[in-house]
């Protein structure tokens, strides 16, 4: 059975930085594409940032880019989310997700639908 396990949430100040992490089992972790999202209260959830199973290719929201980087330890089973300028509109519960296929890169690994297994959730409160 796929486990996804998010760690690393916390209180931040604006300005300040967060490292996410998301350790994975059940599956062939370094087939998969790995996505990060964030549900912030009363909206939607949206996509945060991907990272192709080899960690070549990754894919950021515009909210984030620039801001925000994803990576991978294949030999460990983990996604990281480093977050750096963290803003108060930053606040959020923040999923880790497995892609449902193998070796999936593109575009569309910013579409939910595109992952079939997601974490329990981490929250990130940015006060200002």
């Known amino acids: 059975q796929v486990q996804l396990v998010e760690s690393g949430g916390g209180l931040v100040q604006v300005g300040g930085s967060l490292r996410l992490s998301c350790a994975a089992s059940?599956?062939?972790?370094?087939?998969?594409?790995m996505g990060w999202f964030r549900q912030a209260p009363g909206k939607e959830r949206e996509f945060v940032a991907a990272?192709?199973?080899?960690?070549?290719?990754?894919y950021y929201a515009d909210s984030v880019k620039g801001r925000f980087t994803v990576s991978r330890d294949n030999a460990k089973s983990t996604v990281n989310l480093h977050m750096n300028s963290l803003k108060p509109e930053d606040t959020a519960i923040y999923y880790c997700?497995?892609?449902?296929?193998?070796?999936?890169?593109?575009?569309?690994?910013?579409?939910?639908?595109?992952?079939?297994?997601w974490g329990q959730g981490t929250q990130v409160t940015v006060s200002s």
């Open positions: 997700a497995i892609d449902r296929a193998k070796y999936a890169r593109g575009n569309y690994l910013r579409d939910a639908s595109d992952y079939d297994y």
């Open positions: 990272i192709n199973w080899s960690g070549t290719s990754t």
């Open positions: 059940g599956r062939t972790f370094s087939s998969y594409a």
